[in-house]
């Protein structure tokens, strides 16, 4: 079956730095966009960053770009994300998405697959 499994995850402080991966099985990975998208307590769902299959194009919400970067091993079925200069407006749930598509986009509901999450903290 379809498993997005998302690790990485922390307690981080602000400045710092980690790497998601989300590891995905079950569909032929290379022919799906991936995306990164992140939920904060008392907040809707927001759209983080996506590359497209081939990872020539790649999106990012203007609240992180310059500071994460997402990338992708089709060998390793692997998304990555990136993320330096940690801030604590950065705390969220971390969610990889799989979307069936050539280009990533910014909307969850053209994403088909989900991963469970990985929690981000930023605080001192």
């Known amino acids: 079956q379809v498993q997005l499994v998302e690790s990485g995850g922390g307690l981080v402080q602000p400045g710092g730095s980690l790497r998601l991966s989300c590891a995905a099985s079950g569909f032929t990975f290379s022919m799906y966009a991936m995306g990164w998208f992140r939920k904060a307590p008392g907040k809707e769902r927001e759209f983080v960053s996506a590359v497209g299959r081939s990872s020539v194009n790649t999106y990012y919400a203007d609240s992180v770009k310059g500071r994460f970067t997402i990338s992708r091993d089709n060998a390793k079925n692997t998304v990555y994300l990136q993320m330096n200069s940690l801030k604590p407006e950065d705390t969220a749930v971390y969610y990889c998405?799989?979307?069936?598509?050539?280009?990533?986009?910014?909307?969850?509901?053209?994403?088909?697959?989900w991963g469970q999450g990985t929690q981000v903290t930023v605080s001192s």
């Open positions: 998405a799989a979307r069936p598509a050539l280009y990533g986009g910014q909307l969850a509901k053209d994403y088909s697959y």
